[in-house]
Nanobody, 127 residues
Framework: QVQLVESGGGLVQAGDSLRLSCVAS????????VGWFRQAPGKEREFVTAISRSGRSTYYADSVVGRFTISRDNPKNTVYLQMNRLKPEDTADYYC????????????????????WGQGTQVTVSS
């Protein structure tokens, strides 16, 4: 199994930007599709975005389209989540997740399709 560690969270004001990183170890991340999920206090975990092994395919939740960008640097075993124009409703713990996949263009949007998860990084956006 691949091990994942997120970083980059913090306390920011509405309109600010943050870049989260998800660093993998134990396996080469290039064989995994990766997703980001978030969970706000008192709410269920929700899908944010996903990226295929190759990075050529991405998908975003409606709530973050145009503001968030997922990317990956396979030689660095890292996936990034660039978050711009942050809103208070983006406040949550953010988790990256990975699942081995043979297709270079597939990704997953359901949490149950991911088998490896990081511990999360907290993002707080003040108004």
């Amino acid at each position: 199994q691949v091990q994942l560690v997120e970083s980059g969270g913090g306390l920011v004001q509405a309109g600010d930007s943050l870049r989260l990183s998800c660093v993998a170890s134990g396996r080469t991340l290039s064989t995994y599709a990766v997703g980001w999920f978030r969970q706000a206090p008192g709410k269920e975990r929700e899908f944010v975005t996903a990226i295929s092994r190759s990075g050529r395919s991405t998908y975003y939740a409606d709530s973050v389209v145009g503001r968030f960008t997922i990317s990956r640097d396979n030689p660095k075993n890292t996936v990034y989540l660039q978050m711009n124009r942050l809103k208070p409703e983006d406040t949550a713990d953010y988790y990256c997740a990975a699942s081995a996949v043979s297709s270079t263009t597939s990704y997953f949007v359901k949490a149950d399709d991911y088998y490896s998860w990081g511990q999360g990084t907290q993002v707080t956006v003040s108004s």
